[in-house]
């Protein structure tokens, strides 16, 4: 099949682009570079025997992004991954942040209806169209944080609440995808995910926490931790969300219209303090950190309940933690190269 990845040069955008590939599927990606680590994606994606396609584009520019479905379409599916992803920029870049996420996606759902209407549209959405949750009583154990009343995390009926101007473009973007399946008949889904990790992630402080932590603890850069480092998060390996894409496509008349959230679940879950542990037993030795204060729209837990997308179309995790942090950590330190320029 036809299959265009919007922000295929990024971290989930490289890997996804490189299983499609390797099923032997025709793959166009946009991507305007201009993510950390996206060029060297790109360079690695060049070396595959392949037939891929890459346009450098910016999703914000509707001339270009209808001429090119006008040219290019149809395409049997589109994965929309292209989007600016860190709420500490969204802050101080609101406007670009709402020109990426919100109307980058418009765009690309305006070109969708006029050009490839029989396409399945996958939306990369976000955890935090949740909000503060700020209702939901948390207690600490063990030395973590999680949810008093609920073992298996937040489903997709909780109310959403945009808190930051990240969580408002996402979110923007996550409710018309809903709705041009609803309006215009489209085929399309928007998956919640939540901290997704793997192989060919270039984390940064500001995004991408246990990519940047295992970086960061393989080439003895500085860590921060903002909080107390009890704050938990459900985790998923790269690999994991790829089938997910594939299973949803497959059930893409069973999805379409819906949300679901998309992370490793309440089996899937670690602390930043709890990582950090995972790596030192890794490297050998103890990892030094400095705290600064809690950053904004940081929850001090976030574990989604994935049931519905099991009972839906029947996708589950199967990589946990602790393999899957030994399969980026075995990644990065043999790859150390490639982090040579890394700041």
Not at 239 to 252: G, H, P, Q, S, V
């Amino acid at each position: 099949m036809r299959v265009l990845i919007t922000g295929g040069a990024g971290f989930i955008g490289c890997n996804t682009t490189e299983r499609f590939i390797k099923k032997g599927h025709e793959v166009i990606i946009l991507d305007n570079l201009s993510r950390k680590g996206s060029e060297k994606n790109l360079k690695y994606l060049k070396t595959l025997k392949t037939n891929l396609d890459f346009y450098q584009m910016d999703i914000c520019n509707f001339e270009v992004i209808d001429k090119f479905f006008k040219s290019r379409g149809p395409f049997d599916l589109i994965i929309h991954l292209a989007a600016q992803v860190a709420v500490t920029t969204s802050v101080k870049e609101p406007r670009e942040d709402f020109e990426i996420n919100a109307y980058g996606t418009f765009n690309l759902l305006e070109a969708c209806r006029k050009y490839s209407p029989e396409s399945f549209f996958i939306y990369a959405s976000t955890n935090k169209v949740y909000g503060g949750m700020t209702d939901i009583e948390i207690v600490q154990e063990n030395g973590r944080y999680q949810y008093k009343n609920l073992k298996n995390g937040i489903k997709e009926e909780r109310l959403l609440d945009f808190h930051s101007p990240y969580g408002c473009s996402k979110g923007a973007a996550d409710q018309y995808t809903i709705d041009y399946a609803r309006i215009y008949g489209l085929k399309t889904v928007s998956l919640r995910q939540s901290c997704i990790y793997g192989y060919r992630q270039f984390g940064v402080e500001d995004q991408g926490w246990v990519a940047w932590f295992t970086i960061a603890s393989v080439l003895g850069k500085d860590l921060t931790i903002y909080g107390d480092g009890k704050q938990v998060r459900d985790v998923l390996f790269v690999d994991d969300l790829i089938n997910c894409y594939e299973k949803a496509y497959e059930m893409r008349d069973v999805v379409s219209g819906k949300a679901y959230n998309i992370g490793g679940g309440s089996s899937n879950q670690m602390s930043l303090l709890e990582l950090i542990n995972l790596l030192e037993n890794h490297i050998g030795k103890k990892i030094t950190c400095s705290y600064d204060d809690w950053r904004p729209g940081d929850q001090p837990v976030f574990v989604c309940d994935i049931e519905k997308a099991s009972r839906d179309f029947k996708w589950v995790p199967k990589i946990n933690v602790s393999t899957g942090v030994e399969m980026l950590y075995n990644w990065v330190n043999e790859n150390q190269k490639l982090f040579k320029d890394f700041t």
